[in-house]
């Protein structure tokens, strides 16, 4: 096998805002995987988030070429020696599972893959001035979503409370989640809680920083919003770490991006963890570009998964690798009539 990667810089249509960066544009990298036997091809998205990403290192580049070289033995003996370069480890995985399915962009044959069926997902609002977020809103709303997610913690707060307060006197009946991107701090972020619950909150992601597991069990615990982990997974790549982790936190939920989390294999791992406790779950991109976000939107159509999944953020760049997937309102499908249109 052969190996090679090109970075791709990605051009947002706006100013993504969040309340950690202001993001205009974003690079992310992408792996061939070559069968000289077959002729065929796969391709994966290492898609690296910088500020964010636990393998956001000096040498990233570096790392990712010496993975490249010993393609042949991660084809025979797997990834998990990747496991400290989560983003890496995603791209390596789905570039061979690629290759294995013959180079066709489908990694798993499941109804969603053949476009049968669609995922539902949630519509989401970035942050921005209440002006802009309330029209942001209207356009969701109007596309027909029945689940939006909105970032918070990027403007003032009782700002937010009124867009909010907006949100359910034109949608009461939508179900909302929020994503504080760990905005709040410990000590103000039940009372914050407290008056965002008479919203009717379906979740609140990442209310504070990671890495403070006490303070998160005490607001998990007491939290009138039950409470999902997002950051929070990124950087544990020991088994009992995560065990250790849920097991103190004890949220109610666990969000998913196999870009941070280090893949297929280790997604599922969490996911394993997440029932033996009686946690729920749900999957989310990490600003991928078409590539990463059709495998993971192939893996979690795996799971036939009933919830809102946070699939829908092909549309956020002017230029996009050109694909079959389709977003129509909240449903994202595979339109088996379109081709992948790939250049790199």
């Not at 929070?232 to 982790?245: A, K, T």
Request: aromatic share 10%; with cysteine.
């Amino acid at each position: 096998m052969k190996a090679s990667w090109l970075r791709y810089r990605l051009d947002f249509r706006f100013t993504a805002i969040t309340s950690r960066d202001r993001l205009s544009w974003k690079d992310t990298y992408y792996i061939k995987v070559y069968d000289p036997q077959s002729g065929n091809t796969g391709i994966g998205e290492a898609g690296l988030f910088r500020g964010l990403s636990a393998d956001d290192l000096p040498d990233y580049e570096e790392r990712l070429g010496q993975a490249c070289r010993d393609i042949d033995r991660y084809v025979s003996q797997g990834t998990s020696e990747l496991a400290p370069y989560p983003s890496i480890r995603f791209g390596i995985e789905t570039a061979i599972a690629d290759l294995r399915n013959g180079g066709r962009r489908m990694l798993y044959d499941t109804p969603w893959s053949r476009g049968e069926t669609s995922l539902t997902t949630n519509g989401l609002i970035w942050m921005g001035d209440k002006a802009t977020m309330g029209e942001r809103l209207e356009a969701k709303l109007a596309e027909g979503f029945r689940c939006i997610k909105i970032k918070i913690g990027g403007i003032d707060f009782g700002q937010e409370l009124e867009l909010l307060s907006y949100l359910r006197s034109i949608a009461p009946s939508v179900e909302l989640r929020l994503d504080a991107n760990g905005a709040f701090h410990p000590s103000t972020t039940l009372d914050h809680l407290e008056k965002l619950a008479r919203f009717d909150i379906h979740s609140i992601e990442q209310p504070i920083r990671q890495g403070q597991w006490e303070e998160m069990a005490r607001i998990c615990k007491e939290s009138p919003i039950p409470v999902a982990l997002d950051e929070e997974l990124i950087g544990l790549h020991d088994p009992d770490l995560r065990r250790r982790m849920l097991d103190i936190a004890r949220p109610a939920y666990i969000i998913l991006k196999p870009t941070l989390t280090g893949g297929f294999e280790a997604s599922d791992e969490w996911i394993s963890l997440a029932r033996e406790r009686n946690i729920g779950w749900w999957a989310t991109s990490a600003l991928e570009s078409n590539i990463g976000l059709n495998a993971i939107a192939q893996w979690v159509a795996t799971y036939d998964p009933a919830m809102p999944q946070g699939l829908g953020t092909g549309q956020l760049y002017h230029n996009n690798i050109p694909s079959p997937l389709t977003l129509r309102g909240e449903s994202l499908y595979l339109d088996t009539e379109k081709k992948w249109e790939i250049s790199i």
